[in-house]
């Protein structure tokens, strides 16, 4: 009778063989790979993100680890990552705004001081979470550390902060009472906007109230914001400023304060924040891309940022103001053509961005706070206090404004100016429902 192998042996054997194969496919990869946390990454692409980095980070003067997982670094205000753009290498610092944009109150009416007086003395005020754990000195400004295992996962080193572009086009018809608009759609963007047109501006304002929209997949977003534009829908320039959920720029879906430009439609231009050189800032208080808190829930106190664009007229500088008393940077005039002079129109509301906008079935991502747009300020994404700056001194109410919206059944507006001392506007909605299938 032959020896042979009981039938532990035999799995123990097939187990080692096993073991032995995936060593091999393993030390394969590494051959043509780098693993990093569990993951494989290309040699080309590692090289890619220590150049990012390289380009991004500066030498800290202090470090802070905030609570909900983020690093700030308060770096030299001599040596942020701005100057890295070639048309600011030889930029000289503006340290503060040539007039105060915060006395602006001359032009304002009753109600908008009575307004402004309540909102200064009410819970309502947004922060940001880092600040429970330190602060940065004077002459630093806070810079939410960009990690490599956020670069690594981006689908695009170049791209990474950057809006995703789209030359697809394809054709919208929004409706409100008696106005009608069309609106050329960027393809994969989704937009619930009310907006002016037709002179020349040289600022927007907005209180936005602050929500945690649900975004469904990490490639997808989504904003609420006050926006300056200038140039042909296919190459537009613009300033934006307001809060956002993006997992693909920040790593995660907290709700985070925001800037973003770009000079080509997002094609090649711009950024979120401080993710590529161009946006200078001067504020040692506010970290762009740092979380705020606390965050407005449907029927509850209503938290909200106050975000102020305006065009500095001695130095064109685009400033970005933050809760009417913090100025926390700008975009200088060198970045831009058209916008080196003004804006041809302005936006207050939400965008999501998903491949899956158009289509069925349609993105889960929300806007606003995902319920559709309402006239009770303490349900849906909501925007007050809406301001524009032209020629003229002084802050105003636009003339005449048009609400657009690119999927009604999606995410919807709601414009209300009758029966209230100040004009005010609603967004928002679920993405999928049975509207939006």
Not at 94 to 107: L, R, S, V
Not at 137 to 163: F, Y
Not at 357 to 374: E, I, L, N, Q
Not at 382 to 401: C, M, Q, T, W, Y
């Amino acid at each position: 009778m032959g020896k042979g192998l009981c039938s532990g042996e035999v799995i123990r054997l097939r187990g080692m063989k096993m073991m032995v194969i995936m060593l091999g496919v393993t030390v394969t990869l590494i051959r043509f790979g780098v693993l990093v946390e569990g993951d494989l990454f290309s040699k080309q692409k590692i090289l890619e993100v220590e150049r990012k980095l390289t380009q991004l980070r500066r030498p800290a003067v202090k470090t802070i680890q905030s609570e909900d997982g983020d690093i700030i670094d308060c770096i030299d205000i001599y040596k942020q990552p701005a100057f890295g753009h070639p048309a600011l290498r030889n930029h000289t610092i503006q340290m503060a705004p040539t007039y105060d944009a915060t006395k602006e109150t001359k032009t304002m009416g009753k109600m908008d001081r009575w307004k402004k007086r309540n909102e200064e003395q009410s819970p309502t005020t947004v922060k940001q979470t880092w600040h429970k754990s330190g602060s940065c000195p004077q002459g630093t400004i806070p810079v939410r550390r960009i990690r490599k295992k956020e670069l690594l996962r981006a689908s695009s080193v170049k791209d990474h902060g950057r809006k995703k572009h789209s030359s697809t086009l394809s054709r919208h018809v929004s409706e409100f009472s008696d106005n009608k608009t069309v609106n050329l759609q960027r393809a994969n963007h989704s937009k619930a906007i009310l907006f002016t047109d037709g002179y020349r501006y040289n600022g927007a304002k907005g209180d936005i109230k602050v929500y945690n929209p649900a975004v469904e997949l990490d490639d997808e977003y989504s904003t609420s914001q006050v926006c300056l534009i200038n140039g042909a829908y296919y190459d537009f320039e613009s300033v934006e400023s307001g809060w956002a959920v993006n997992p693909s720029v920040y790593g995660d879906r907290q709700t985070r304060f925001f800037v973003y430009w770009t000079v080509d439609g997002s094609k090649k231009t711009g950024c979120f924040d401080l993710t590529c050189p161009g946006f200078v800032q001067t504020s040692h208080e506010i970290a762009l891309g740092a979380a705020i808190y606390p965050i407005s829930v449907p029927n509850g106190l209503p938290y909200q940022i106050i975000v102020y664009i305006y065009k500095d007229p001695v130095t064109s500088n685009w400033w970005v103001q933050y809760g009417e008393k913090i100025n926390v940077g700008y975009w200088p005039p060198e970045l831009f053509v058209a916008l080196s002079y003004h804006a041809t129109s302005a936006e207050w509301g939400g965008e999501v961005y998903s491949s899956r906008v158009g289509t069925t079935p349609h993105t889960k991502t929300d806007m606003g706070s995902g319920h559709f747009a309402d006239s009770v300020w303490g349900t849906s994404g909501a925007i007050r206090r809406i301001r524009i700056h032209e020629n003229s001194p002084g802050l105003k109410f636009p003339d005449i404004v048009t609400t657009l919206m690119d999927e009604f059944n999606c995410y919807n507006v709601r414009y209300l100016s009758d029966y209230v001392e100040d004009p005010e506007f609603y967004y928002g909605g679920p993405g999928r429902n049975y509207m939006c299938p």
